[in-house]
């Protein structure tokens, strides 16, 4: 296996081959499942040159799921690319060439500040994975499944992904298919796609922040009837559809694990509803509130969310994490280590007990507190309320919620054109 060194080395080659930083991890995930493919193929087709290179793609992807050959023309040094990766491949052999071209492309993903909508940090992945624990006999859904690293992470028997931006899409799929995870991909909008429950076991999701739907694209969709909240869905209240989404996913016995901004957790209306409801029905296991400044795009806090159909007994346990973050050298954000992730992995099972960081709170203090779940109103630590600027969050949301508006946009070309 190659060292870390190396490995290091043939990144910086590849940043040099595709010059276009913009086009990389999408040109590097398509090019690297091709050589995993077909080496000998693409190995011949090099010998012809760019020409004969350009022959073979087009041939090669036309008759692929999930594939952006139009990508491929926005850069040069082609040539150089996949004559590296066919002499990696040769070199380490196919089960090495796998595991080497996956750290490449989260080495990319992690200097890509155009992934930070579809991509999250390695120690929120590896956290998330310790939560979920053994899912290699289990199915996986993912309903904004972004580059899928979670996924990766925990390595399920199964995966439902659906991703809303193609090119993401494009990526996800060929690193899906270099892990060989056993995937049922779409490209769709989970919130407004009316589709059948896939009875799955886990849900795992951190879908967008602060994202605005119109209730009318939802508002028919199977996965509201299980709820009585009625059609009056606010454009703000996303992060419940996703929840029900989840639920309606999952089978009799399923967990879900989802990220979301902490404006939920205390939200009157229909977020309220929906927290009342799911409280009342014993369906929330455990609540995670994480450090600020952990996530790529923004400075906001999240909380993790755990849902179980098969809840043991009636308390909430509330886990405090905002304290257990180190700062990252390069990029100043919190960064969670494997001891930390350890450490709130033991709390949630209860195999460790520290009340200044986890308590299990009843449905009597819930309800006394309006079910508000807010953190400040179960744990005392104080706060760093000058540690993000609010008028560069509000901006930054606008920024994602263009994004998703772009990515609608590109979902409802492409279905016309089918």
């Known amino acids: 296996m190659m060292t870390q060194q190396e490995i290091?080395?043939?990144?910086?080659?590849?940043?040099?081959?595709?010059?276009?930083?913009?086009?990389?991890?999408?040109?590097?995930?398509?090019?690297?499942?091709?050589?995993?493919?077909?080496?000998?193929?693409?190995?011949?087709?090099?010998?012809?040159?760019?020409?004969?290179?350009?022959?073979?793609?087009?041939?090669?992807?036309?008759?692929?799921?999930?594939?952006?050959?139009?990508?491929?023309?926005?850069?040069?040094?082609?040539?150089?690319?996949?004559?590296?990766?066919?002499?990696?491949?040769?070199?380490?052999?196919?089960?090495?060439?796998?595991?080497?071209?996956?750290?490449?492309?989260?080495?990319?993903?992690?200097?890509?500040?155009?992934?930070?909508?579809?991509?999250?940090?390695?120690?929120?992945?590896?956290?998330?994975?310790?939560?979920?624990?053994?899912?290699?006999?289990?199915?996986?859904?993912?309903?904004?499944?972004?580059?899928?690293?979670v996924v990766h992470a925990m390595a399920p028997k199964q995966a439902v992904l659906r991703e809303i931006n193609p090119q993401t899409a494009t990526i996800s799929y060929a690193l899906c298919q270099l892990a060989e995870i056993e995937v049922d991909f779409h490209v769709q909008d989970s919130l407004t796609v009316n589709e059948s429950s896939h009875q799955v076991d886990l849900v795992v999701s951190t879908p967008p922040f602060g994202m605005r739907i119109p209730a009318r694209l939802a508002a028919d969709n199977d996965y509201l009837k299980m709820f009585n909240f009625g059609n009056n869905i606010p454009t703000s209240a996303s992060d419940s559809l996703w929840i029900q989404q989840a639920l309606f996913q999952l089978n009799n016995d399923g967990r879900a694990i989802l990220q979301l901004a902490p404006g939920w957790f205390f939200r009157g209306g229909y977020d309220g509803n929906v927290r009342r409801w799911l409280i009342d029905n014993n369906l929330i296991e455990a609540i995670i509130y994480l450090p600020e400044n952990i996530h790529t795009h923004t400075?906001?806090?999240?909380?993790?969310?755990?849902?179980?159909?098969?809840?043991e007994g009636t308390n909430i346990r509330l886990i405090d994490a905002r304290g257990l973050a180190d700062s990252h050298k390069r990029t100043s954000k919190a960064v969670l280590t494997a001891a930390s992730n350890q450490f709130i992995a033991e709390l949630l099972t209860g195999d460790k007990k520290d009340e200044a960081y986890c308590k299990d709170v009843t449905l009597k203090e819930i309800h006394e507190r309006n079910y508000e779940l807010v953190v400040n109103a179960y744990f005392t630590q104080a706060l760093d309320v000058a540690s993000w600027d609010l008028d560069q969050e509000i901006k930054a949301l606008d920024r994602y919620q263009t994004a998703y508006d772009k990515a609608r946009e590109e979902f409802n070309q492409l279905l016309n054109s089918l």
């Open 299 to 311: 400075g906001i806090a999240s909380c993790i969310l755990i849902l179980n159909k098969q809840k």
């Open 8 to 149: 290091q080395t043939v990144f910086l080659e590849m940043q040099q081959l595709v010059k276009n930083s913009d086009a990389l991890l999408v040109i590097f995930s398509q090019s690297a499942l091709l050589v995993d493919q077909d080496a000998p193929s693409l190995k011949k087709a090099l010998d012809g040159g760019e020409k004969s290179l350009f022959n073979y793609l087009n041939q090669a992807l036309s008759n692929r799921p999930y594939t952006d050959l139009e990508s491929f023309k926005l850069v040069s040094g082609l040539v150089g690319l996949f004559d590296r990766l066919v002499m990696l491949y040769e070199t380490e052999g196919q089960k090495q060439y796998r595991e080497v071209v996956l750290t490449l492309a989260w080495m990319m993903a992690d200097l890509d500040a155009h992934l930070d909508m579809i991509y999250e940090n390695a120690s929120l992945t590896d956290l998330i994975a310790k939560i979920a624990g053994d899912t290699s006999q289990l199915t996986v859904y993912d309903g904004a499944a972004g580059m899928a690293r």
